[in-house]
């Protein structure tokens, strides 16, 4: 699978957009884009993915450069239950359909301020 | 919502003891995945199933067995536990959407080997 590369923290203040970066210069034409989050004291949790076009859903945007070598989640109003680490991941959708392994890396910690 | 439940939150076991960790799921997923997370190694896939009766080993399988004999319940099994077995273990399984697998984990079980 190819790599990504995220920040390893981020801050944002309540109510506020953010934009969590990622980059995959290596990415591949069927590999999705997706990105996970871990709440404190908790399992990771499914937020958004994609393949080309942007992608929105009830808790974020995903926006994808042209040249998918890079991808923005987008929160639009950060609230203190956001504040958990961002995994962005690549998978090969047609390299395994049944055998998926999510490979997951350390992620951004994102700190919301009231 | 799909739901995934893992029988036990905290584990405290001693050196050599056989540890089962278990997991179920209620939404008749096909696969099922068992992972531990490290501080700053991220996840790391330990074993998955993509049918009953069924195992591959993912990217850590030393020191580790599962046992699928019905669809709802995966279990991970430490035949003889050590030290550097203490981490948080995490179940997940996976369903179909928008043309890629997306993964819903449990809350964890954190097993501590003395």
């Known amino acids: 699978d190819a790599k990504t590369t995220q920040p390893n923290s981020m801050e944002s203040n309540e109510e506020e957009p953010v934009h969590l970066p990622c980059n995959h210069s290596?990415?591949?034409?069927?590999?999705?884009i997706h990105w996970y989050r871990q709440l404190p004291s908790q399992g990771p949790e499914y937020v958004i993915h994609?393949?080309?076009s942007n992608v929105n859903n009830r808790m974020a945007s995903l926006a994808i450069a042209e040249d998918r070598k890079s991808s923005t989640l987008i929160l639009h109003r950060a609230t203190l239950r956001d504040a958990a680490v961002y995994y962005c991941?690549?998978?090969?959708?047609?390299?395994?359909?049944?055998?998926?392994?999510?490979?997951f890396g350390t992620g951004t910690r994102l700190q919301v301020f009231p | 919502d799909v739901k995934v439940t893992q029988s036990s939150r905290y584990l405290v076991k001693r050196t050599g003891e056989k540890v089962f960790l278990e997991c179920v799921q209620d939404?008749?997923?096909?696969?099922m995945f068992w992972y531990r997370q490290d501080p700053g190694l991220g996840l790391r896939l330990i074993y998955f199933?993509?049918?009953?009766?069924?195992?591959e080993k993912g990217d850590i399988p030393e020191g580790y067995s599962v046992s699928r004999e019905k669809k709802e319940r995966f279990s991970l099994i430490l035949e003889s536990a050590s030290t550097n077995q203490t981490s948080m273990y995490l179940c997940?399984?996976?369903?179909?959407?928008?043309?890629?697998?997306?993964?819903?984990f449990g809350a964890g079980s954190r097993l501590t080997v003395l």
């Open positions: 994609g393949l080309t």
């Open positions: 199933s993509y049918d009953v009766k069924m195992k």
């Open positions: 997940a399984s996976s369903y179909r959407v928008l043309g890629a697998n997306v993964l819903t």
């Open positions: 290596t990415i591949s034409g069927t590999d999705y």
């Open positions: 991941i690549l998978r090969d959708a047609l390299l395994s359909y049944n055998t998926d392994k999510l490979i």
């Open positions: 939404m008749d997923h096909e696969n």
